[in-house]
T-cell receptor
């Protein structure tokens, strides 16, 4: 079946602009995660959604970062007033509630100039 | 807080050599352990996982890993590597069963020389 999809695959933006990154999880997966992969920090957890519960935002690095998940499916990660240190690959993953196995999307490579 | 250490940052091997990549974790409770692989230009894929039971787990493409609780280790092994194993390998742990987030090591870049 279809895997996790993310769009865009690449995004170049100017410092100070807002960006939106999209994630389509695997159908039927109730849990959705955002991670960030950067040279200096490796792979870091950002935010977690599970069903209709309040999201776990404990990994968001600043209040410029936010995410929402509409209808328990598609998620959008928004970064406001982008900074150069936001340059990274943003990964989305999803899983079934009863499983620990997360399936990753191809990522969005964000470059802030 | 949980953490994962991968001490080998870049490993270079010839084809048919044996491989062992180290992974140590820091967490006092029950853990679930994973190895993920990222081939060049591809997304992260699960290589193998340990939840409970037999501490020697086998994954795809001939990889295996052994969970040694007393050493807090989960090293990845393969008896004979191939050029196609060139990739980045990440060890990860889930220890917080509240959000089940993965905590990753910094990764090991594996280069296989034909």
């Amino acid at each position: 079946g279809a895997g996790v999809s993310q769009s865009p695959s690449n995004k170049v933006t100017e410092k100070g602009k807002d960006v939106e990154l999209r994630c389509d999880p695997i159908s039927g997966h109730t849990a959705l995660y955002w991670y960030r992969q950067s040279l200096g920090q490796g792979l870091e957890f950002l935010i977690y959604f599970q069903g209709n519960s309040a999201p776990d935002k404990s990994g968001l690095p600043s209040d410029r970062f936010s995410a929402e998940r509409t209808g328990g499916s598609v998620s959008t990660l928004t970064i406001q007033r982008t900074q150069q240190e936001d340059s990274a690959v943003y990964l989305c993953a999803s899983k079934r509630r009863e499983s620990y196995e997360q399936y990753f999307g191809p990522g969005t490579r964000l470059t802030v100039t | 807080a949980q953490s994962v250490s991968q001490h080998n940052h870049h490993v270079i091997l010839s084809e048919a050599a044996s491989l062992e990549l180290g992974c140590n974790y820091s967490y006092g409770g029950t853990v679930n352990l994973f190895w993920y692989v990222q081939y060049p230009g591809q997304h992260l894929q699960l290589l193998l996982k340990y939840f409970s039971g037999d501490p020697l787990v086998k994954g795809i493409k001939g990889f295996e890993a052994e969970f040694i609780k007393s050493k807090f280790s989960f090293n990845l092994r393969k008896p004979s590597v191939q050029w196609s194993d060139t990739a980045e390998y990440f060890c990860a742990v889930i220890g917080n069963f509240g959000n089940e987030k993965l905590t990753f090591g910094t990764g090991t870049r594996l280069t296989i020389i034909p």
